[in-house]
């Protein structure tokens, strides 16, 4: 019989807390800058410590908004979905959303759409929310999926983004999982991201050898990086198997 695995749903706010104290005291740092994290799209006993290891480098007073970005399983008509409530609630309680970022992004391009048939509490929004209601003081979050993997409608979402947000004291996440422990297709991946070839990492990542959740979401979020200016950088956690957690600012990008 396999292990049962505890998603991050079911823990309590003291074991969240238990986990990013944990991991603060590991690395021993608070990173100011970090605009983007990769965190797996479903967070659980198995990834827990590594997901903690990004998350507790936040600066709790230093975002007033969080976006997160996950791809929805299914092809919707209605390419950027946004979810039309005014709060987002988790075991922990309520996220206000925020509605004139949402409105900005409608504003942005017709392909973003209010669109409540595409919201479910399967989202890996709420994952990510968990996480963030123990490490960030006050914040606000919107929800963004990604209906539509045409390469078009990934560069639109780029762009949006990162004229957006770069001025916002925002901070990206974007959920994906890489849903086998290969070491070579992390390799892979290290190899295409650190040489810019994007087309060819969307490729890859969609191909039969590659078993991931979120390829369109993580996609994107190599390529706001890659438009803000930034290094990436593969670290590896022994003991673990391949994931993709990282954290991003001006300077790197870190994947365990």
């Not at 800058?33 to 006993?45: K, S």
């Not at 409530?85 to 391009?109: A, I, M, W």
């Not at 040489?195 to 996609?219: C, P, R, W």
Request: aromatic share 8%.
């Amino acid at each position: 019989m396999g292990i049962m695995l505890r998603e991050v749903t079911e823990f309590s706010a003291e074991e969240i807390q238990k986990g990013l104290q944990k991991a603060r005291e590991s690395h021993g740092e608070i990173n100011e800058g970090i605009r983007i994290l990769f965190a797996p799209a479903t967070i659980n006993t198995q990834n827990f410590n590594r997901v903690c290891d990004i998350y507790s480098r936040l600066n709790p007073t230093g975002y007033e908004t969080v976006v997160v970005v996950e791809e929805h399983p299914e092809v919707l008509g209605k390419k950027l979905p946004m979810p039309s409530t005014q709060s987002y609630k988790t075991p922990l309680g309520e996220v206000p959303v925020n509605d004139p970022l949402r409105n900005e992004f409608c504003d942005e391009d017709d392909d973003f759409f209010i669109f409540d048939p595409a919201y479910s509490e399967d989202m890996s929004l709420f994952h990510q929310l968990m996480m963030l209601q123990n490490c960030l003081n006050d914040f606000n979050a919107l929800s963004i999926q990604i209906a539509d993997k045409n390469q078009f409608i990934l560069k639109e979402l780029v762009h949006a983004l990162q004229e957006v947000m770069a001025s916002k004291n925002g901070l990206l996440v974007f959920c994906s999982d890489l849903e086998t422990g290969d070491r070579e297709q992390v390799l892979k991946i290290q190899k295409m991201v650190k040489e810019k070839s994007h087309s060819s990492l969307l490729h890859y990542l969609n191909s039969d050898g590659v078993q991931m959740k979120g390829t369109a979401a993580f996609i994107v979020g190599v390529m706001v990086a890659d438009e803000w200016g930034m290094q990436i950088n593969f670290v590896e956690e022994k003991g673990e198997s391949a994931s993709l957690a990282a954290f991003a600012d001006h300077a790197r990008v870190f994947y365990y």
